[in-house]
């Protein structure tokens, strides 16, 4: 597939305003703005592109946007732009913003003119401080050349963005976490309804959307609906996609490919992570961050990399993050090192969540220890169907029990050995005694 | 992201922001509907004004965007990356994530800690570094990754953390 998204990465200046006019950027911009295409014109061609949300749950964008009132009663419109990035395994915000700022700029000038936003933000996580100040330059340039600011382009849509740094805490990710936390509270998410669209941020409609998800709106303004649904597998799961592959393979990166990518593909493909570090045979794949369930070598045989293929394999896309484990990795100590994840992230709210996610982290230690009984694996089933199912107010819990679950069910024998053999089944440690 | 969610706020001395750190608080202030929404954005500039955010510098992002003490406590407690108490001229975060740990986060940790003689969350006796564990920075394809300041350090291994640490014990 030809790039699209990272089709300026690796340009020399891609961040600068000159280079990204001179590779037509900002066209749509002038189009829209100068054609007389209006705002449900704009919401009507991203909606018939069906850009599924690249931020984790694979929501429609357009969809998403005509829940919006038709009347406000006086509010504005917020847009935020989801830079939190803070899934373990996901790295492609990351490689968009620093690379091709201008790109998300102007797909956030266009989402905003078809919701009606005048003040949008980008909520990027605290850790990209280069991130932040290359943003920073961009809009300052965007500004400079009338894209941002009063009456842009001479029509009468006018815009500011601005940077909003977050400052450590995965949970406001979460869309309401978000919102909360941007409106200088401890980003706890809400209980929903009602949903951001009807009353988000400052108790204004408010839309969401991922950095990768508005770079894929400037695309189908460009090229249209028509084009965008013709890359993919089907016209449900459609677009260039960005894929994160880390863990025991050669060639960990980011890869743009059509969605729908066979997983296969994406680790032994020689224009992707070209194998196995050292030829080593799979063990896991996590298919979608740490959120996602783990699959075995069996099940990323034809699995197509999008949102329903990898649903139908019983596990999520989620931000596209695929860490992959080699034999050699013990399954305890992977699914323990998840769950110290989560355990530290959950922002205390509910019950359930506050309480399970230490716990599961508390027992996955006694077992990869050691010192675990029996009974401790049956425990872990029990903990994660307590914590999950919509007992809380976010899917965080939802999201925690994925390792443990998954592992204890797909990899029983390794958590039995180590109950039994106090030993791991497999790598550097299955000789020795893990026991202290 | 350190684990220390919810610590006590550590006294310091009184504060009053410099009137550059103002006009930046001015400016700040025209981009939100209200003032409560640029606490984060405040609380960084406290931040980078003097290093870590005391007791009492919290009590002056309280005062200059009219909010209860209580309410800057409680957010600047929720989030990892405020400075509770002083850190080092240096602070080194590494991750320890899924990733990172798949490609020897721990034990580059490890030699870390030794070789500045510090336990997490301690600071070298000359102040220089300050040793941290992170979650997942988003640099999982170079892992292990690890971040010094605000400067990713990626991948890394034994030899490049020795060379780093070298380099940054020599500077002033
Ligand atoms: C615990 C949690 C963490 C999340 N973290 C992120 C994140 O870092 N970035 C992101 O874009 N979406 C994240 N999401 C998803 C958002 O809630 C939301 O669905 C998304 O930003 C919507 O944008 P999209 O429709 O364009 O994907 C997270 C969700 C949960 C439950
Ligand atoms: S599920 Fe967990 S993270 Fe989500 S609101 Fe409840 S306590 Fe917070
Ligand atoms: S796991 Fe360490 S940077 Fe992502």
Not at chain 1, 167 to 183: D, M
Not at chain 1, 261 to 287: H, N, R, S, T
Request: hydrophobic letters at 40%; one cysteine or more; charged letters at 25%.
């Amino acid at each position: 597939m030809e790039k699209v998204l990272t089709a300026r990465i690796g340009k020399k200046d891609s961040r600068s305003i000159d280079t990204y006019l001179a590779d037509g950027g900002y066209t749509g911009v002038k189009r829209v703005l100068t054609s007389g295409m209006t705002p449900e014109q704009v919401i009507e061609e991203v909606k018939k592109a069906n850009v599924r949300g690249r931020g984790g749950a694979g929501f429609s964008a357009g969809v998403k946007w005509g829940f919006l009132p038709k009347d406000t009663k006086g509010k504005p419109i917020y847009l935020f732009c989801n830079a939190d990035e803070s899934e373990p395994g996901t790295f492609k915000d990351r490689l968009l913003m620093e690379n091709d700022p201008h790109q998300l700029i102007e797909g956030m000038i266009l989402a905003s003119y078809a919701i009606r936003c005048r003040n949008a933000y980008i909520y990027i996580r605290g850790e990209f401080y280069d991130g932040a100040r290359i943003l920073e330059r961009a809009i300052g340039e965007a500004y400079a050349k009338g894209y941002l600011g009063e009456k842009i382009l001479g029509s009468r849509f006018s815009l500011d963005i601005t940077v909003h740094r977050g400052a450590g805490a995965y949970i406001c990710g979460e869309e309401t976490g978000l919102i909360e936390s941007i409106e200088g509270k401890r980003g706890q998410p809400r209980i929903k309804p009602p949903f951001p669209a009807v009353s988000g941020a400052f108790a204004a409609p408010t839309i969401v959307n991922n950095v990768e998800t508005l770079c894929c709106v400037k695309h189908v303004i460009d090229r249209g609906a028509e084009w965008f649904l013709k890359i993919g597998r089907n016209e449900k799961n459609a677009g260039p996609k960005l894929f994160c592959i880390s863990g025991h393979v050669n060639r960990p990166g980011v890869y743009e490919a059509a969605m729908g990518l066979p997983l296969k593909d994406l680790i032994f493909g020689a224009e992707y992570a070209q194998g196995m570090k050292g030829g080593k045979k799979i063990k896991a794949v996590i298919p979608g961050g740490a959120s996602a369930p783990m699959l075995t070598a069996a099940e990323i045989d034809d699995c197509p990399l999008d949102f329903d293929g990898v649903a139908a394999k019983g596990s999520m896309l989620g931000s596209a993050a695929i860490v992959v484990i080699n034999e050699d990795a013990c399954i305890v100590d992977v699914a323990k090192n998840l769950s110290k994840f989560f355990s530290h992230e959950s922002c205390g709210q509910c019950t359930p969540c506050r309480e399970g996610t230490p716990w599961l982290y508390k027992v996955l230690t006694r077992i990869e220890a050691g010192q675990g009984r029996m009974e401790d694996i049956d425990l872990l089933a029990r903990i994660c169907n307590q914590m999950a199912n919509g007992m809380t107010i976010c899917v965080f819990a939802d999201a925690a029990i994925a390792p443990p679950l998954s592992s204890v069910t797909k990899f029983r024998a390794e958590y039995e050995h180590h109950v039994t053999q106090k030993r791991c089944l497999v790598g550097a440690r299955a000789a020795e005694l893990v026991t202290v | 992201m350190s684990h220390t969610r919810y610590r006590v706020m550590e006294a310091g001395e009184a504060r009053r922001f410099p009137p550059e750190a103002m006009a930046r608080i001015e400016k700040i202030l025209t981009r939100y509907p209200t003032k409560q929404a640029a606490l984060l954005p405040v609380l960084w500039v406290a931040q980078e004004t003097w290093g870590w955010i005391s007791k009492e510098a919290g009590e002056e992002v309280a005062r200059v965007l009219d909010l209860p003490p209580s309410h800057v406590d409680g957010v600047l407690t929720f989030y990892t990356m405020y400075n509770l108490r002083p850190v080092g001229k240096h602070l080194l975060q590494v991750c320890t994530s899924i990733s990172c740990h798949l490609n020897g986060a721990e034990s580059l940790l490890e030699r870390c800690g030794k070789r500045l003689g510090i336990g997490l969350e301690e600071t070298t006796a000359d102040g220089k570094f300050t040793l941290v564990e992170v979650e997942c920075i988003a640099g999982c394809d170079r892992a292990p990754s690890m971040m010094v300041n605000d400067q990713y350090f990626e991948p890394m291994d034994a030899g490049k953390l020795d060379a780093l640490l070298d380099r940054l014990s020599r500077e002033a």
